[in-house]
């Protein structure tokens, strides 16, 4: 006898997207949560006047009316498309290498054309034939997914698709600094230019114009509770400040969780959106060889963020793009290495949120001011090896090297700080309960492509499967499908 057909763990986007799901589905399910509040990394927290996204900085795949694309049409298939509004950013992002260039590409292939032609005279015929390629290899690659045999697959997916963005790059343009200005959005896969795989980078890219790139009225936190109230609304139940800490198996498979006071329901599914290790490390009885898989494996980038509430406006901070990539150099292996130093940032990721008014979630900055979040990668081994009297300094030693990295942008940036709030990695793996505060979970490089690693479909444990940015990559879009891909494959199992 079982208490719920499914049991949920964590209420991160895919735990939700997924819980929803299965009870919309017919299947009575519990969701389970650490915290009290639901969206993992999907929230906001306040300080003072403002309220700061806690992670979101663009929203991909949303698409514009008329042309929804992939998250969206999970949301409608919710129900809650409608309870929520997405403002769409004109630009991708502003591009600073202070002595090379300072260039802003707006969302769409011909304007983008322009933008760098401008910016880098002489390269038009050689953009048209990047990006041409670019979307190839992306409508390619999704035919793929879909199922498609590789026999109607146009090859240009094969011989372009697994090489890296470094050496695609390297073929059609000769300038470092258009290079650096086309590959900015790398530090969203977490691998540098060199060892990133063209077809993931032509994919977000594509993703980034296609669909543009948008925010939530109300903040991430708004989509996290609407499909909440979903799943509420069909019947599920919700358990917060409970946090999963077994899952006893038997020779049929999962038949119950143990929560952290010790008590246990019965199930026969469990969908678990906690990282791979620790889902692993609940099982009374994990299968042979796991162990020595995970350790093979290598877990991906954390980030180090410093959240700052400005007494300012954006238009008086220089800040004229939501997305800013500010860099000191041209050379993304030198960025990507200063991931794993606390040496002053090489580079930063600066998102300021209320750039225009109607992008800005109302409510969240007072007018007269505005929200930044500073960002880099940052692998958390490094916090591991720093004494905890010399945590703090060092903590805030790094920010301040972050506020150094935006002063291309804004130079007088520190005399506008109203609120400050600082992440390590620390922190996000405390806060998200991810092994290393992975961002996007093992690092992604072409090895770790859901080709070669699916766990959504293989856990070797009957009833056990993983939603979210441990079972493919990171980031809020997949994780928001990943959670209803599961899901529907459980209640279709269950059906038959
Ligand atoms: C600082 C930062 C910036 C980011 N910026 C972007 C961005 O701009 N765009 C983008 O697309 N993505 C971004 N991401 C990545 C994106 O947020 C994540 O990849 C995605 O939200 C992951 O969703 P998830 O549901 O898989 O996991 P999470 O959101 O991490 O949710 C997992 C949930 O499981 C809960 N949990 C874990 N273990 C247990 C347990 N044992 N029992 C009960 N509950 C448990 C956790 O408390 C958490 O609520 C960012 C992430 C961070 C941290």
């Not at 304007?111 to 390619?140: C, H, I, K, Q, S």
């Not at 977490?190 to 109300?218: E, M, N």
């Not at 905890?388 to 130079?411: R, T």
């Not at 922190?427 to 859901?450: F, K, S, V």
Request: proline share 6%; with cysteine; aromatic share 8%.
């Amino acid at each position: 006898m079982t208490d719920y057909d499914a049991v949920v763990v964590g209420a991160g986007n895919a735990g939700l997207t997924a819980a929803a799901t299965l009870q919309q589905g017919g299947l009575r399910t519990l969701l389970v949560e650490r915290h009290n509040v639901p969206g993992g990394a999907g929230t906001s927290f306040r300080r003072g006047r403002f309220e700061f996204e806690s992670a979101l900085h663009q929203l991909s795949g949303v698409g514009v009316i008329g042309h929804p694309g992939p998250p969206f049409r999970v949301l409608q298939s919710l129900g809650v498309a409608d309870d929520l509004e997405f403002v769409r950013e004109p630009d991708l992002y502003r591009a600073v290498v202070p002595g090379s260039h300072d260039v802003t590409i707006p969302a769409d292939w011909a304007g983008a054309v322009d933008v760098l032609d401008d910016a880098f005279p002489g390269n038009r015929d050689r953009l048209e034939r990047y990006f041409d390629l670019v979307r190839r290899v992306t409508f390619w690659q999704i035919t793929a997914m879909r199922g498609t045999p590789p026999a109607d697959i146009d090859p240009v997916l094969f011989t372009h698709g697994p090489r890296t963005l470094g050496d695609v790059l390297d073929e059609h343009f000769t300038g470092a600094g258009i290079k650096s200005a086309l590959a900015a959005y790398w530090p969203y896969l977490g691998v540098p230019p060199s060892h990133l795989a063209f077809q993931d980078y032509a994919l977000t890219f594509s993703t980034y114009i296609d669909f543009k790139a948008a925010h939530v009225r109300g903040g991430s936190r708004a989509m996290s509770s609407a499909i909440l109230d979903a799943f509420l609304r069909a019947g599920g139940d919700v358990q917060f400040s409970t946090e999963v800490t077994g899952i006893r198996t038997h020779a049929s498979g999962v038949v119950a969780v143990r929560f952290d006071d010790g008590t246990e329901v019965g199930t026969g599914e469990v969908v678990s959106n906690a990282s791979l290790p620790d889902t692993y490390g609940m099982l009374d009885d994990p299968p042979a060889g796991v162990s020595a898989e995970l350790a093979r494996r290598r877990v991906g980038p954390s980030a180090f963020v410093v959240h700052l509430g400005l007494d300012a406006t954006a238009a008086e901070l220089g800040f004229t793009s939501g997305t800013n990539v500010v860099s000191t150099t041209l050379d993304d292996d030198a960025l990507a290495r200063n991931w794993n130093s606390l040496e002053p940032a090489l580079g930063v990721f600066a998102t300021c949120h209320d750039v225009a008014p109607d992008v800005a979630p109302p409510g969240f900055a007072p007018p007269g001011t505005c929200r930044l979040s500073l960002f880099t990668l940052q692998y958390s081994g490094l916090w591991d090896r720093i004494a905890p009297k010399h945590y703090h300094i060092n903590k805030f030693g790094h920010a301040e090297s972050l506020l150094d990295a935006i002063a291309p942008i804004s130079p007088n940036l520190r005399d506008a700080i109203e609120e400050a709030d600082v992440s390590t990695p620390h922190t996000l793996a405390r806060r998200l309960g991810h092994t290393g505060g992975a961002l996007y979970g093992y690092r992604q490089d072409p090895a770790e492509n859901r080709l070669f690693n699916d766990r959504e479909r293989h856990t070797g444990v009957r009833g056990l499967h993983i939603a979210g940015l441990w079972a493919g990559s990171g980031g809020f879009e997949p994780a928001l499908e990943s959670g209803v891909r599961v899901a529907r494959r459980v209640v279709c199992s269950r059906a038959a």
